[in-house]
């Protein structure tokens, strides 16, 4: 077997038996030893937050040994001014990176008012290789806008990305649109969100029939919405419509900055024919 980093992770079971008894089972994981890889999707390359708030940077990677991270400004390294004592990840598992809580030691400057300007949490393991460090700025400012360097390193090796912090603005359209379920009368399609501009978003899918689109601009008579509920779902069942028709869907996002253009990836299906 030639193993890949594709494959780190991965569980094999090996399974004996000889025909007496129950059969006996072991269970082993696979790890490849290579250098770090960033994670590089929307959600967690860009970052929103308006001036005299704070925002959380979020680094994940993918290594094995064990992974730490740098954090950089302008090429010079940014030190932590408060140390973390622990960090909580959220009931969900933390795939979007989000935690319930996070405890800190004393503050590294005087002040006992003002909360410190950068405070990097400890660095936490998500599964037996991925590693996530999130820098924290406080009581941002016009001059804080800009990139920051994530550097992601172990025994093998290093990774680098440069993520931006950037004022609130209107979300990116959703992504990587797919077809779920289709009956004779309904489409269920699921999407990506896009980043969401620091803002909560949510969705709205147009649908119409394929037949009914042309070669002009113009919204066609047929062509229908539909509001996401609850807002930040990403799976919606769109009922109602005729059966054997073939239907085309795109999705796009908004929140209180404006809405973002309709996705690019549209979709297109046929619904079943009613028995």
């Given at each position: ?169 209107k979300p990116d359209p ?34 119409r029939p394929f037949d ?64």
């Amino acid at each position: 077997m030639n193993a890949t980093i594709h494959d780190s992770g991965t569980s094999f079971d090996c399974i004996a038996d000889n025909g007496i008894g129950k059969p006996s089972k072991s269970t082993t994981t696979l790890l490849v030893l290579h250098k770090p890889v960033i994670d590089r999707s929307p959600l967690i390359s860009k970052s929103a937050s308006e001036s005299g708030s704070s925002s959380r940077l979020i680094c994940r990677a993918q290594g094995t040994p064990n992974v730490t991270f740098t954090w950089k400004r302008d090429a010079s390294v940014i030190e932590s001014e408060m140390d973390p004592l622990f960090s909580l990840m959220d009931a969900g598992g933390g795939s979007d990176g989000h935690y319930k809580s996070a405890s800190y030691a004393s503050s590294k400057h005087s002040s006992n008012d003002k909360l410190p300007k950068y405070v990097i949490e400890k660095t936490i393991k998500l599964d037996l290789i991925t590693y996530q460090s999130v820098l924290i700025i406080n009581d941002i400012t016009s001059s804080d806008y800009g990139q920051y360097e994530c550097v992601a390193q172990n025994d093998l090796g290093f990774d680098a990305l440069f993520i931006g912090l950037n004022r609130t603005s209107k979300p990116d359209p959703p992504r990587s649109l797919r077809i779920v379920n289709v009956t004779s009368g309904s489409v269920t399609i699921r999407w990506v969100p896009g980043f969401d501009g620091g803002l909560d978003q949510s969705f709205r899918v147009r649908y119409r029939p394929f037949d009914s689109l042309d070669s002009s601009d113009n919204v066609d008579p047929l062509t229908m919405y539909r509001d996401v509920y609850p807002p930040n779902a990403t799976t919606v069942t769109i009922g109602g419509l005729r059966d054997n028709t073939d239907y085309i869907f795109s999705v796009m996002a908004s929140n209180i900055k404006g809405s973002s253009e309709f996705s690019e990836d549209s979709i297109q299906t046929k619904t079943l024919k009613a028995v």
